[in-house]
């Protein structure tokens, strides 16, 4: 899923337009932490997994062993201790802390998963990088030089038609195992479609 938005738009609100799936994992950064619109992953039977912020209160109900050289330093199961937060959030959460070994950073995740192991949720998080980075990608290479339409719903469709684009030469450079970066390949296909051409016989 994908979201275009005018840049005004909150991140937070895309919970809001998402429909979760039950048994669907949602990975997603703390700006997300929406106690009231993540309380609607548990009542479909989805799980997310999301970094916590400061000043969350939290009480610990209980704590589970660690396996501390595969980095976990803690993992609790919590309730939210603030009155407002419990009334958006009446469930229980797993707060699982870990230690990033290749910066020493720690990172705190809640999520209403209890049955994966502990390495499981902070490997989940570490895989979220690979969709930032994709998207990074996107905005640094994705250059639409022409607008055909400029009403909403044009240059919503010919956005998602170079992301569509990208997409499947990322597809077809694995697939055929391609030694040229995207970057390079990318700029055969940009062929203005519209285009005049003079054709010689």
């Known amino acids: ?57 939290l009480n610990r109900l209980a704590s589970r062993p660690v396996d501390r050289p595969s980095g976990i330093r803690s993992d609790h199961i919590v309730r939210l ?13 797993r707060r699982v802390a870990f230690r990033d070994a290749e910066n020493g950073k720690v990172l705190v995740f809640l999520t209403n998963n209890f049955d994966l192991p502990a390495e499981t949720i902070a490997r989940l998080y570490k895989l979220r990088w690979r969709v930032e980075l994709f998207f990074k990608w996107i905005k640094q290479n994705l250059r639409i030089k022409h607008f055909f339409g400029t009403s ?4 919503r469709t010919q956005v998602w038609i170079a992301i569509c684009v990208y997409v499947l030469v990322a597809i ?3 697939e055929l195992r391609l030694k040229l970066s995207l970057s390079q390949i990318l700029p055969v296909l940009s062929v203005n479609p519209l285009s005049k051409c003079l054709c010689l016989n």
Do not use: C, N, W
């Not at 738009?9 to 106690?35: C, H, K, N, T």
């Open 81 to 93: 201790r603030s009155q407002t937060s419990a009334k958006h959030y009446p469930d229980r959460l």
């Open 152 to 155: 909403d719903t044009a240059v």
């Open 172 to 174: 077809i450079r694995k």
């Open 1 to 57: 899923m994908i979201s275009i938005s005018d840049g005004k738009q909150a991140d937070v609100s895309i919970l809001d337009e998402l429909v979760p799936e039950p048994g669907a994992f949602y990975v997603m950064d703390r700006g997300y932490l929406a106690l009231e619109r993540l309380y609607r992953f548990v009542l479909v039977g989805a799980f997310f997994v999301t970094r916590t912020k400061a000043g969350v209160l």
